[in-house]
């Protein structure tokens, strides 16, 4: 997987040997000898990765990271600071200020790679979301973004079978988290389908295997996306490298560290619940996309594939489909009469008493205006006819209440109804003669059923 990287130091040489690697890697490589040209260029170019120096002149790596963070257009990018000190302090100051990584120089190639491709696939799988979010803002299904999305008050599942290390794990977080402890691999993966914020696993428990529990929570649809901190010894670079090919998230080494498991724990659980924001706003946004806004039932662009679809399958051989096309009655007459609050009240209330009456695998859609259809799988004329004179029986026999409830409103529909009948049909030739049905209720009267077979 290839990725844009901005490397940004303030010595030439150092830029050139980290481009020289990463080329010869495939990964396309912008360069900035300073702070206010790394800002500039990651705003302008929108790198996937920014490999950031922490002692530069000026503005600092610490800064840089910061106002990268602070940005919206840019806090999304991972950030890792490449530091020639390998002190405590700066690893918290880093972390506090935004960093997604630390490596420290001279770099380990194999390092520099894992986390580059780790970081890569969690940059991929947020621009994704980011697309579709503004793809869904822009067609207006989507409101304005939300306030900062913060990184405390999580509920963290601890995975550890060493309860000295769990417990000074879960006392530390418990100052802004909920930790939840877990000795047992399979009571935590069901706890882990709840709401957990947070996983942290030791991947070097001596009675299960951390990495194989690491790989059950990626490879489940309910935990997929759970980030990950592992505990690792850094001694051990094969599981280390494993950790982050199964798709840890995180490293946390050994012996821990109060402040930089807190500050690791806050950037993971404020990246989830960013993540969380765009993924609900793409479900949101495909809802409003395929709902009827007034009534909350399904609209004509829905109704138009679902019934393509079962069409297609009743032309081959499959169940006959049935469809009802219903109008309310001198609906023209209630908007004059009472307003178009009322013919709304009208035109909800009844979606509410069509939903109510149909099958539960029947699909009610609003078809435009005081149109609606109803989409019936497996359903033969005969069957169809009943069920829609139960409908019409239903709203004429009793009133709509309007006006806040203060005022009782008789109303009355027409129905058409068809069923497949030939290899030969049509999504269009089977609405067609349910309005024509339709046509005749009206014209002889209207508060009819009328069917028609062919």
């Known amino acids: 997987m290839s990725a844009r990287i901005l490397v940004v130091d303030d010595i030439e040489a150092n830029v050139r040997l980290l481009e020289a690697k990463l080329s010869a890697e495939y990964y396309e ?16 170019e929108q790198p996937d990765i920014v ?19 602070d940005d919206p257009e840019t806090r999304h990018v991972p950030v890792v600071l490449v530091t020639a000190l390998d002190g405590r302090a700066d690893r918290i ?7 997604d990584e630390f490596l420290t120089k001279p770099i380990d190639d194999v390092m520099l790679f894992a986390r580059v491709r780790s970081l890569t696939r969690l940059k991929t799988v947020i621009d994704e979301l980011r697309v579709r979010e503004a793809s869904g803002r822009r067609i207006g299904v989507i409101a304005g973004a939300g306030s900062r999305l913060g990184g405390t008050g999580g509920r963290v599942l601890i995975v550890d079978d060493h309860e000295r290390q769990a417990q000074r794990v879960a006392a530390e977080l418990s100052i802004e988290h909920r930790p ?17 914020d947070l996983v942290i696993v030791n991947v070097t428990a001596r009675s299960f295997d951390g990495l194989r529990f690491c790989a059950q929570l990626r490879s489940d649809e309910a935990t ?20 982050l090919d199964i798709g840890v998230n995180d490293l946390l080494s050994k012996p821990i ?40 039932l399904h609209n004509r662009r829905y109704m138009s594939g679902q019934l393509e679809a079962l069409v297609k399958r009743a032309a081959h051989g499959g169940e006959p489909v049935a469809a009802l096309l219903i109008d309310i009655d001198h609906f023209k007459k209630i908007n004059d009469g009472y307003g178009h609050d009322v013919g709304d009240e009208v035109l909800r209330e009844f979606a509410v008493r069509l939903a109510s009456n149909v099958r539960a695998v029947d699909l009610p859609c609003r078809y435009g205006g005081e149109e609606f259809v109803v989409v019936m799988p497996g359903t033969r ?22 006006a806040h409830g203060t005022e009782l409103l008789t109303a009355t529909i027409s129905i058409g109804v068809a069923a497949t009948i030939g290899p030969d049909d049509t999504p269009d030739t089977l609405l067609k003669r349910a309005d024509e049905g339709l046509y005749e209720a009206k014209s002889s009267g209207r508060n009819k059923v009328i069917s028609r077979a062919a």
């Open 29 to 44: 490589v912008l360069t900035a000898y300073d702070g206010p040209t790394a800002l500039a260029m990651a705003a302008a």
């Open 51 to 69: 490999l950031l120096d922490v002692m530069m002149p000026g503005m600092d790596g610490f800064q840089v990271c910061r106002r990268l963070k």
């Open 93 to 99: 100051a880093g972390l506090e200020a935004g960093a």
């Open 180 to 196: 939840v402890i877990e000795s047992e691999p399979d009571k935590a993966l069901l706890t882990a389908r709840g709401p957990v």
């Open 224 to 243: 997929r996306h759970l980030p990950i901190l592992a505990i690792v010894d850094f001694d051990e670079r094969p599981r280390l490298m494993k950790a």
């Open 257 to 296: 560290d109060p402040q930089e498991l807190s500050a690791r724990a806050r950037t993971q659980i404020r990246r989830k619940r960013y993540t969380d924001y765009l993924r609900d706003n793409l479900d949101h946004s495909l809802e409003l996309a395929v709902t009827d806004q007034l009534t909350g």
């Open 381 to 402: 004329i005969e069957d169809a006819e009943r069920i829609a004179e139960r409908i019409r029986l239903h709203v004429a026999g009793a009133p709509f209440r309007v």
